[in-house]
T-cell receptor, first 119, second 115 residues
Framework: AQSVAQPEDQVNVAEGNPLTVKCTYS??????LFWYVQYPNRGLQFLLK??????LVKGSYGFEAEFNKSQTSFHLKKPSALVSDSALYFC?????????????????FGKGTKLSVLP | DTGVSQNPRHKITKRGQNVTFRCDPI?????LYWYRQTLGQGPEFLTY????????KSRLLSDRFSAERPKGSFSTLEIQRTEQGDSAMYLC?????????????FGPGTRLTVL
């Protein structure tokens, strides 16, 4: 079984300061990891993903995330937060074994972290 | 690329009624997924299609739920004899078949309220 934990329900940060949204995961094989953002009453918008290779992944709107295999973490970061970054952020995991009979194509999501960037 | 579209965006129904939602994936995306999201939770997987074949179903998908994807294009999700516990946002996503790590792109969702 695969799972994702987002230990913080809410993160508050001042505009212009760096932000970090934490995510840890559990998966039987190797992971594909994703970050999505959700604005009120909207669907999920893809930010970035880790597949393989460089542990630091860069995505949309200046966001990046660092994959740490030993700590099973995939924290989302941004050097300078904007008020418009305020939203709900979801981390998701998928097993790389999908399609081989040993894994699933489904994404498993965390409960989400509400990011508030204060002006 | 017009994105994933879902209709209707909102649906209010009375308990016991049947409802049907439609999802139109990004054109040429072979894979289509349905998720359900309740307040304060992340999306939970319901079912997955590759082309017209339904390949995975979650245990969350009770006998009252049925999904189809005729001809491998749009998909419908039907809920029969709705219950108040079915109230949620129903999200559809699609992805292209890639050698590794295809990205699922989500639609705006259909918010169901069962009275």
């Amino acid at each position: 079984a695969q799972s994702v934990a987002q230990p913080e329900d809410q993160v508050n940060v001042a505009e212009g300061n760096p932000l970090t949204v934490k995510c840890t995961y559990s998966v039987s094989g190797n992971p594909y990891l994703f970050w999505y953002v959700q604005y009120p009453n909207r669907g999920l918008q893809f930010l970035l993903k880790y597949i393989t290779g460089d542990n630091l992944v860069k995505g949309s709107y200046g966001f990046e995330a660092e994959f740490n295999k030993s700590q099973t973490s995939f924290h989302l970061k941004k050097p300078s937060a904007l008020v418009s970054d305020s939203a709900l952020y979801f981390c998701a995991v998928r097993d790389t074994n999908a399609g081989s009979g040993a894994g699933s194509y489904q994404l498993t999501f965390g409960k989400g972290t509400k990011l508030s960037v204060l002006p | 690329d017009t994105g994933v579209s879902q209709n209707p965006r909102h649906k209010i129904t009375k308990r016991g009624q049947n409802v049907t939602f439609r999802c139109d994936p990004i054109s040429e995306h072979n894979r289509l997924y349905w998720y359900r999201q309740t307040l304060g939770q992340g999306p939970e997987f319901l079912t997955y299609f590759q082309n017209e074949a339904q390949l995975e179903k979650s245990r969350l998908l009770s006998d009252r739920f049925s999904a189809e994807r005729p001809k491998g294009s749009f998909s419908t999700l039907e809920i029969q004899r709705t219950e108040q516990g079915d109230s949620a946002m129903y999200l559809c996503a699609s992805s292209a078949v890639l050698p590794a790590g295809d990205t699922q792109y989500f639609g705006p969702g259909t918010r169901l309220t069962v009275l």
